[in-house]
C-alpha cells in the first residue's frame, strides 16, 4: 500500500473503513462550506463519495488519501489526486476537520501530493478549484505556485481555477521525493 509522509502527516489511500469519519467530516456544514454546491452531505451521499474514490484508485492508481498526524490512527482529514470531473485534469483537493484549520496541513498535505503526482505518477499539470470566498484553499494554491486561470463552473458552481507544471512547482519548493 502507498503512503506518503510530510513532517507532521502519514497520507494513506482511502479504505472502505474510513467511512464513519468521512461520512461525519462530509455531514459537516463548516467543513463542507466550500465543497460542492450541495454542502453538507447525509450518510448514504458520502458512501457514495467514498465509492468513487475507491474507484478511482482502481481505475487511475491515484485519489484521495485519509490524512494522519503522525503514530495516530484517526483521520484528521483527506486529501488527494483525482480526475476533475468533466475534464482531462487531475486535481488536488484536500479538506480538514475544524480543530486543525490554520496549521498548515491542507499546504503540507498539498505539497506532497503535488510532488508526488509531478515525479511519481508523470503528472504534466495539476490544476485546483475553489469557491471565490474560499481565502484559505486560494492561499494553498498561491504557496504551491500555482497560476490563477480565471472562473469556470466546476462542480454546479463558480469556481476560481488554477494550474500548475512541474517547473512552475520546482520554482517554489525544493527537490525531495515522498516517502513511499
Request: charged share 30%; hydrophobic share 45%.
Given at each position: 500500500m502507498i503512503e506518503?509522509?510530510?513532517?507532521?502527516?502519514?497520507?494513506?489511500?482511502?479504505?472502505?473503513?474510513?467511512?464513519?469519519?468521512?461520512?461525519?467530516?462530509?455531514?459537516?456544514?463548516?467543513?463542507?462550506?466550500?465543497?460542492?454546491?450541495?454542502?453538507?452531505?447525509?450518510?448514504?451521499?458520502?458512501?457514495?463519495?467514498?465509492?468513487?474514490?475507491?474507484?478511482?484508485?482502481?481505475?487511475?492508481?491515484?485519489?484521495?488519501?485519509?490524512?494522519?498526524?503522525h503514530g495516530e490512527e484517526a483521520p484528521v482529514g483527506w486529501a488527494g489526486l483525482q480526475p476533475l470531473e468533466g475534464t482531462n485534469d487531475i486535481e488536488v483537493g484536500y479538506a480538514f476537520a475544524k480543530p486543525w484549520w490554520g496549521l498548515g496541513f491542507a499546504t503540507e498535505a498539498a505539497i506532497a501530493l503535488v510532488r508526488w503526482g509531478f515525479e511519481e505518477k508523470g503528472l504534466q499539470r495539476i490544476v485546483a478549484v475553489a469557491s471565490p470566498e474560499n481565502g484559505p484553499s486560494r492561499h494553498v494554491m498561491d504557496k504551491l505556485g500555482m497560476r490563477y486561470e480565471g472562473t469556470r463552473i466546476v462542480h454546479e458552481m463558480e469556481s476560481v481555477f488554477y494550474s500548475l507544471t512541474p517547473s512552475d512547482f520546482a520554482r517554489v519548493t525544493r527537490p525531495r521525493a515522498p516517502t513511499t
Open positions: 506518503l509522509t510530510t513532517d507532521r502527516l502519514s497520507l494513506r489511500p482511502l479504505a472502505l473503513a474510513d467511512i464513519d469519519w468521512f461520512a461525519a467530516m462530509r455531514g459537516d456544514p463548516d467543513i463542507m462550506r466550500y465543497i460542492g454546491a450541495k454542502g453538507a452531505v447525509p450518510r448514504r451521499v458520502a458512501e457514495e463519495r467514498l465509492e468513487r474514490h475507491l474507484a478511482c484508485w482502481s481505475e487511475r492508481g491515484l485519489g484521495m488519501f485519509g490524512a494522519r498526524l
